[in-house]
C-alpha cells in the first residue's frame, strides 16, 4: 500500500530536491578540469534525462503504478549510466533511494528496487574506474554502505509510517466512540427528563384533576339536591383547585417543577392537608415535630409523596380521618450523614388493601423512584383498619 505523508508523500518538495540536486551536479561537472568535453555533455544529458524524467513520471507515481515502475527503471539506469561517465554522479542516489522508497506500493519492492539501484551504481563504479580489485572494493564499499543506510532509514521511516496510521485510526475509533457515548447520553438525558417530567405530572396536575373532577361530582348531586350552600361551597373548591393546578403548571413549565415553599416542609404539609380536608371533608391532622433544615430538593420529595399518599386515600381508602407527621428520628450515623433522618408518615382509618394486590398506577413506583434520588426508603403497612405510609430521607450534612 502506498503510504501517505504531507511532506514525504508531496511531489513539491521533491521538486525542490531533483531540481537543486541537478543543478548542484551541473555545476560540479563544469568545475572539475580535465573532464572530457563528450562524457561531461553526455553527464548533464544524464542530469537533465533524470529531471525530466521525474516532471512527466515521478510526479504521476501516487496516482498512477505504470508511471511509478516506469520512473524507478528510468532512475536505476541514468544514476548507473551518469555514475559510469562520471563517479561523482552517485550522488543521484541520495534523491533516487528515498524518491524509489516512497513511491513503491510495498515494502519488499521498495528493498528490491534499492537492491537494483545499489547493483546499477556498483556496475557503474567499475565502468567508470575500471575493473580493477581496489576499483572493485572501493565501489562494494560504497554501495553496501549506501544501501544499508538507505534500507534502514527506508525501513524506520516506514515504521513510524504505520505507527502514524494506527494512531490516526485509534483516533477515528475514539472520536466515533465518543460520539456514540455523547449520542447514548442525550438519549439518557431525554429518558430520564420524560421521566422526571411524568412523575411531575403525577404528583401535580393528575391529582389536581382528580380532585376537581371529584369536586364537580359533588357539587352536581348538591345542586340535584338542591343545596345551593353545598352546592356553591363545592364550586369554590372547584375555582380554587383549578388556580392551584394552575399555579403549578406555569412552575412545571417556567422553572423546571420548581415548587414554591415559603417557610419550608412544616407549613407546606399544613397547607395541603387543610387544602385536602376542605375538598375531600375527610378530617386530616398535621403533625411536626421540629423536622432537622432540609435542602430543597428533600422538602419537594417529601411534599410529593405526602400528595400522593393524601391522593390514595381520596381515591381508594374511604377513610373518614388521615393524620401526616413529619419528625426527626435517629439514623445510622453513616458517612455523609448528619446522624439522624426525616421521616414522614401517613396514617388513615380507611379499608385498606391487600398486601399482593396490584396496580397499573403510577404513585407509589413514583415515590420509589424519587426516594431513590435522595436515597430515601418507603414502607407501607396496610390492614382493614387503615393504612400507613412511611417515607424516611438522611439529611445530609451542611458543607
Keep these: 500500500m502506498i503510504r501517505k505523508n504531507q511532506l514525504v508523500d508531496n511531489p513539491k518538495w521533491w521538486n525542490v530536491a531533483v531540481v537543486a540536486l541537478a543543478v548542484a551536479l551541473s555545476v560540479m561537472l563544469l568545475a572539475v578540469p580535465g573532464l572530457p568535453s563528450a562524457r561531461m555533455r553526455a553527464a548533464q ?48 542516489q541520495t534523491v533516487a533511494y528515498p524518491l524509489i522508497w516512497v513511491i513503491s506500493n510495498s515494502t519488499r ?20 574506474l575500471g575493473f580493477t580489485p581496489g576499483v572493485l572494493l572501493q565501489a562494494v564499499f560504497i554501495v553496501a554502505l549506501s544501501l544499508g543506510f538507505s534500507i534502514a532509514l527506508g525501513l524506520w ?19 466515533s466512540a465518543e460520539s456514540k457515548l455523547a449520542s447514548l447520553h442525550r438519549e439518557s438525558g431525554v429518558a430520564s427528563e420524560r421521566e422526571r ?48 393546578a394552575l399555579i403549578e403548571t406555569r412552575s412545571l413549565v417556567a422553572s423546571g417543577a420548581a415548587v414554591e415553599m415559603p417557610g419550608g416542609i412544616v407549613p407546606a404539609l399544613q397547607r395541603l ?10 378530617t ?23 400528595q400522593e399518599a393524601l391522593a390514595n386515600i381520596r381515591k381508594h381508602s374511604h377513610a373518614t380521618s388521615a393524620t401526616v407527621t413529619a419528625r426527626g428520628v435517629g439514623g445510622e450515623g453513616g458517612e455523609g450523614s448528619s ?10 382509618n380507611g379499608v385498606g388493601f391487600a398486601d399482593d394486590a396490584t396496580t397499573s398506577g403510577f404513585g407509589l413506583a413514583g415515590m420509589h423512584d424519587r426516594l431513590a434520588l435522595v436515597d430515601g ?13 412511611t417515607v424516611r430521607v438522611p439529611v445530609a450534612l451542611p458543607a
Excluded at 380 to 386: E, I, N, Q, R
Design 45 to 92: 544529458a544524464t542530469l537533465v534525462g533524470f529531471v525530466i524524467a521525474w516532471f512527466t513520471l515521478g510526479r504521476l507515481a501516487w496516482q498512477n503504478r505504470g508511471a511509478a515502475v516506469a520512473f524507478i527503471l528510468l532512475a536505476i539506469t541514468l544514476t548507473g549510466v551518469g555514475t559510469a561517465l562520471y563517479p561523482s554522479m552517485a550522488t543521484l
Design 157 to 175: 521511516i516506514t515504521h513510524i509510517f504505520d505507527l502514524s496510521t494506527e494512531r490516526q485510526q485509534l483516533l477515528d475509533e475514539l472520536k
Design 197 to 244: 417530567i411524568s412523575r411531575e405530572l403525577h404528583d401535580t396536575l393528575a391529582q389536581d384533576l382528580t380532585g376537581l373532577v371529584m369536586l364537580a361530582q359533588g357539587a352536581r348531586r348538591d345542586l340535584d339536591a338542591a343545596d345551593l350552600v353545598k352546592a356553591r361551597s363545592a364550586l369554590e373548591l372547584v375555582e380554587e383547585s383549578a388556580r392551584n
Design 284 to 306: 386530616v391532622t398535621a403533625l411536626a415535630d421540629d423536622p432537622p433544615a432540609l435542602d430543597r430538593g428533600t422538602e419537594v420529595v417529601l411534599l410529593r409523596c405526602a
Design 339 to 348: 446522624g439522624g433522618d426525616v421521616e414522614l408518615c401517613v396514617t388513615d
Design 273 to 282: 392537608s387543610e387544602r385536602f380536608e376542605r375538598e375531600t371533608g375527610v
Design 377 to 389: 426508603t418507603l414502607t407501607v403497612d396496610s390492614s382493614a383498619t387503615g393504612t400507613t405510609l
Design 109 to 128: 519492492k521498495a528493498i528490491v528496487a534499492n537492491v537494483a539501484l545499489a547493483l546499477a551504481v556498483a556496475v557503474g563504479f567499475v565502468v567508470g
